[in-house]
């Protein structure tokens, strides 16, 4: 066992984990902080995707003993101090970014990075940084129209696919 101090949606956290304990276990069965979610094991679909250090960051294929030290952001962490939606997240529901919601959290932390990176990223800028997230319900066009929303542009702009 290892003691991992991590600061967690600006909270101090300090536990005592295996080794192998995957950052996505330490997250939704040691904090329940079940919004990150697993999808694939094997850093493929983007399910996972948290903040470490202001990074997004797949939780699946990283231990947590790892980053000891660090700050995470989970999708939990990304709503306003009020409990209300966060701007991202808002988008998501206003432009309907999300059908089953199961690839949503992993979306939305994708998409802070990408907006953090490049407030007003271009739709084609867009769907390239999403090559790692998957969504096996919306065909995307409302993922895109969200994140161009939550940037404030014009989400009705892009052509139907």
């Known amino acids: 066992m290892t003691k991992v101090t991590l600061t967690v949606n600006g909270k101090a956290v300090s536990k005592s984990v295996e080794d192998r304990t995957l950052l996505v276990e330490f997250l939704r069965r040691d904090l329940n902080l079940t919004g990150t979610h697993v999808g694939c094991d094997t850093s493929q679909c983007g399910a996972c995707v948290v903040h470490v250090n202001g990074q997004a960051m797949k939780s699946c294929t990283t231990f947590a003993v790892e980053i000891d030290g660090a700050t995470v952001t989970t999708i939990e962490g ?7 939606l966060g ?9 309907h970014g999300l059908q089953c919601g199961f690839c949503t959290p992993g979306m939305v932390m994708s998409a802070a990075a990408l907006l953090a990176e490049n407030p007003k990223p271009t739709e084609h800028q867009i769907r390239h940084y999403l090559e790692g997230n998957i969504c096996r319900c919306t065909g995307y066009h409302n993922i895109v129209k ?5 940037s404030g542009q014009d989400a009705n702009a892009i052509a139907a696919e």
């Not at 701007?87 to 432009?95: E, H, L, S």
């Not at 969200?146 to 939550?150: F, M, Q």
């Open 78 to 84: 990304m709503a306003n101090a009020d409990g209300s």
């Open 87 to 95: 701007t991202i997240q808002q988008a998501f529901q206003d432009n």
């Open 146 to 150: 969200s994140i161009l929303a939550a």
